[in-house]
């Protein structure tokens, strides 16, 4: 298998990327997933998938949510935040000190009850494909959450890995440099990738699959 070199963006982003899924891909994909061992649900719309994760998990749970678009545009990250029946893990981190409070950040980000995200690219063959600059959403992806909630517009299924590594290359990088260059006045790169093939843990990991075009 070969796999794109994933640096910094060096065209506008492709469009075709964007695309949502055929109902027949849609189907592939969910059984690839299934028989891995992820949990997946397949909603109409964002305000169907912002439901349906704030129903996957159980007053006062302790939540962190990963920086995504996807998660901002269907008002995930601003439910989490606001909610008076759960503790969100990220305005505590945000106030905290990062120079004196650096090490409680990291376990706090890396081992929530529950972790909430989105993925870069979903192969047809039921695997997962999650870029990242800093690393920072990938241990508890992996490991370090308790139960992991991920979210995604089916625009983001694609044949293989191949093709996953192409989507995040000339689609996802582009877009998030922009953003970051916006926001932070610096741009973005991938320097951390997390391909995950199945998850071994039974009801650990859910898939929400959004019939829609979301996020990048």
């Known amino acids: 298998m070969s796999m794109t070199t994933l640096t910094r963006p060096s065209v506008e982003a492709e469009p075709r990327w964007a695309d949502v899924a055929t109902d027949d891909q849609i189907t592939s994909t969910v059984a690839a997933l299934r028989e891995r061992g992820f949990e997946v649900q397949v909603v109409a719309d964002g305000d169907a998938a912002r439901e349906a994760v704030l129903a996957l998990i159980p007053d006062g749970s302790e939540v962190h949510q990963a920086s995504s678009t996807t998660l901002d545009e269907i008002g995930v990250t601003n439910a989490i935040n606001t909610s008076s029946r759960l503790t969100a893990v990220r305005p505590r981190m945000f106030a ?11 376990k ?16 047809q063959t039921g695997s997962l494909v999650t870029a990242s600059k800093t690393g920072s959403q990938l241990a508890p992806y992996a490991f370090g959450a308790g139960k992991l909630i991920l979210v995604a517009g089916t625009n ?5 890995l191949d093709q996953a590594f192409q989507r995040i290359d000339q689609h996802s990088l582009p877009l998030e440099d922009a953003r970051a260059r916006a926001a932070y006045g610096m741009g973005s ?26 996020g990048y």
Do not use: F, N, W
């Open 96 to 106: 905290m000190d990062r120079a004196t409070q650096g090490a409680e950040i990291r």
């Open 108 to 123: 706090l980000a890396s081992a929530p009850a529950y972790m909430v995200g989105s993925v870069h690219a979903i192969t």
């Open 156 to 160: 983001k299924i694609v044949s293989d």
């Open 189 to 214: 790169s991938v320097d951390k990738v997390l391909v995950t093939h199945s998850e071994i843990v039974p009801g650990r990991t859910t898939l929400i699959l959004i019939r829609e075009s979301l």
